[in-house]
Nanobody, 116 residues
Framework: QVQLVESGGGLVQAGGSLRLSCVAS????????????MRWYRQAPGKQRELVAT???????NYADSLKGRFTISRDNAKRTVYLQMDSLEPEDTAVYYC??????WGKGTLVTVSS
């Protein structure tokens, strides 16, 4: 079993920042040893879920083109945690943000609301 628990969402004004966290646990080898590729997705109201950022086990990162320069994904394997630092937030960033591991496992999401 794999558990992904997101936190850090909330209400923020446009231009502000938030840092999301995702704590991973489970008995699958890649999760237990934190060698899994981790991703953040988001789903805005009425829209499809979209990939936000990816980080591999050795720290290589990739971002949706529209978010480069504003969002930063990182990980602390000792804490079994993946982060998403979000800066210069815009109302269009309002969404539920989900943590994903190994393409198969999902957290329940954390809501980010950006007011104008």
């Amino acid at each position: 079993q794999v558990q992904l628990v997101e936190s850090g969402g909330g209400l923020v004004q446009a231009g502000g920042s938030l840092r999301l966290s995702c704590v991973a646990s489970g008995s699958i080898f890649a999760i237990a040893t934190m060698r899994a590729t981790m991703r953040w997705y988001r789903q805005a109201p009425g829209k499809q879920r979209e990939l936000v950022a990816t980080i591999t086990s050795d720290g290589n990162t990739n971002y949706a083109d529209s978010l480069k320069g504003r969002f930063t994904i990182s990980r602390d394997n000792a804490k079994r945690t993946v982060y998403l630092q979000m800066d210069s937030l815009e109302p269009e960033d309002t969404a539920v943000y989900y943590c994903n591991a190994l393409d198969d496992y999902w957290g329940k999401g954390t809501l980010v609301t950006v007011s104008s």
